[in-house]
């Protein structure tokens, strides 16, 4: 069986150093092992390894990211009252729907759950 090369845009290439990134799967040598390479500039290429590859996809995927952390303060901003006033009615207290205290402790809750985006 010949190794299959995989480039981004879904075309099969045999590899050059001018391919940007590309995996090796199938074929001879060990069982799922998988190659990649990164280009450095137009005319060197070097091996990547996890981590390389793992901070190119973050440095890719950062606006991405950052909506999700942007919507998940906005999600919170809006449903902490929400979910302040339920309790308080849970828990029968007198004048459940007063406003003051409203968003108390909402810090807490964003350090926990904006990461998770």
């Known amino acids: 069986m010949t190794p299959t090369y995989h480039k981004r845009i879904s075309s099969y290439h045999r590899p050059t150093e001018h391919n940007s990134l590309f995996v090796i799967r199938g074929g001879g040598g ?3 092992a998988v190659a990649a390479t990164v280009e450095e500039d137009e ?3 070097k091996e990547a390894g996890p981590i ?3 901070v190119k996809t973050l440095k890719e995927a950062r606006r ?12 919170i901003f809006t449903m902490y009252p929400m979910d302040t006033i339920k309790t308080r009615m849970q828990m029968e207290q ?5 406003l003051t ?8 809750s964003l350090f926990g759950q904006v990461p998770y985006g």
């Open 30 to 32: 060990k069982k799922g």
């Open 43 to 45: 005319s060197t290429t």
């Open 52 to 54: 390389q590859l793992f």
């Open 64 to 75: 991405h990211l950052m909506a999700a952390g942007v919507a998940r303060c906005v999600s």
């Open 94 to 98: 007198a004048n459940a729907l007063r």
């Open 101 to 108: 205290g409203l968003y108390k402790g909402v810090a807490g």
